[in-house]
């Protein structure tokens, strides 16, 4: 597959054109639980844009990108959250404390964290899209270990594989339809961001209006009214029971809006955007996705100018901790021109990593990009295979530590890990296992144990079940430790583990 470079770069462009514009378009309005009537911006914006949290992370992780390489992974990109990432609401909040307790992702997005079904996750999955392009396997693969630091086994996660896989078919494939059959097809069926999606498309093809296709999202997706403030929510939509609602469980219908913008949009950008915040909820999030995807299909070129000349090119950050990026944030890109070529650079890193599609001068074939190889196929399965718990990545052997989806501890009561030790080599080993735990701790069957690990071509990964215990644990958190290693050889694994005091 090869991408033509000028084609590429517009659709890039007109990524981040697409979401400075819906996240500008949609501040204002953001988490009213309202029908909205807006047809253009409704503030005096002096020719630059709001500050975009949507936008700011990905900024941060293309700065990842740049200092460590294109291998990241969610324990590096879990480095640079707690380094940058300011705010402490909702489900950043809760990551950051549950990392700071030394929780790994998807533990950190998991534990006690009633916002995992929130919308922090998707509204920077573009970045993965834009350096994977026609790749989808490979950008949902970056998204799924974006999401996991706080939204872990939560709908949040789901919502920005989806986005991250539809966006980087979006390069090679223009049909809507198909592309969102392509962002289905990498999250589970029964989900319920994916529930809202085919709801979307069902009202669409039925002829309902938008407002009554977003009632009926509401009717079956929504969460709990912003802060549980009944302000937030329009007398009219508390009259449908809408101020009612889980806590934190957003992102469904925000996803279920997302999908509704962009097929009652028609293909206009205007029309979808203005559909997508007069629909409310998550207005900045939801028009800077529809935005950026609309940017990504059309191209730089398509967005309109009157659109474009109020908010400029320039990017304004939110919850960026600007002293450490830089002098006072000049390491971030200042404007998207500059967002588009370091995009690039980036791009040509990972394609050349992982193979399938070039970016070039000559003009662009992609006829080997079938709706079939866009598809999630396997990689589907494996990509939420350890979803309740840590993966530790070595030369040789990948270590995956399952908690059971939760890292909880509790007096006297057996805690189950189970160690499922992936051999990546060609040639078999023989492993020592030891842990490393506090006193007073006992580990069952015991704390030192061995096993035999053939390369995965010829047997399933090599699965280990354990408990452990303690009569009395210990305020705060537990820290433990499993070292491997192979008699004969220098390897040394060292795989931490972390438990929080559940009494």
Known sequence: MRLNRDDYRSKVLGCWLGKNIGGTLGAPFEWRRKVNDVSFYTQDLGGEPLPNDDLDIQLLWLVALEEQGVGIDAHTLAEYWLLYVTPHWCE???????????????????????????????????????????????????????????????????????????????????????????????????????????????????????????????????????????????????????????????????????????????????????????????????????????????????????WIEPIGRSIKTACLNLGELGYFGNQLPQNVDDLTDRTERIARQVLARNGGATIEDAPGDTSDASVNSLKAGDVAESLYRHINGTVHRFDFFDVAVDYGGSATIRDGEPKQIVLTVTNKYRISATLDVHWYVPEGFVVSPSADSSMHVKQTVFEAPKTHEYTVCAERVPAGVTRMAVELTSNGRPLVMLVPIALINGN
């Open 92 to 306: 950043y909040g809760t990551a950051k404390i549950n990392m700071r307790a030394g929780l790994m992702p998807p533990l950190s997005g998991t534990e006690n964290n009633p916002y995992k079904h929130s919308c922090g996750a998707f509204i920077r999955s573009e970045i993965w899209a834009c350096i994977a392009p026609g790749r989808p396997q490979v950008a949902a693969r970056y998204a799924y270990e974006d999401a996991i630091l706080d939204h872990g086994n939560g709908e949040g996660t789901y919502a920005e594989v989806f986005c991250a896989a539809m966006e980087s078919a979006a390069f090679v494939e223009s049909d809507l339809r198909t592309l969102i059959a392509i962002g289905l097809s990498y999250i589970p069926d029964d989900c319920a961001v994916a529930g809202a999606v085919r709801c979307a498309q069902d009202y669409y093809d039925s002829g309902i209006s938008w407002r009554d296709a977003r009632d009926r999202i509401l009717e079956g997706f929504r969460g709990r009214t912003a802060m549980n403030y009944l302000s937030c929510t329009s007398p009219e939509d508390q009259a449908k029971g809408f101020h009612e609602g889980v806590l934190g469980f957003d992102v469904p219908s925000n996803i279920g809006i997302v999908a509704l913008g962009l097929l009652y949009g028609e293909g206009d950008f205007e029309k979808s955007l203005c559909l997508t915040v007069n629909c409310g909820e998550d207005t900045d999030c939801t028009a800077a996705t529809v935005g950026s995807i609309f940017g990504i299909i059309h191209g730089a070129a398509a967005i309109p100018q009157r």
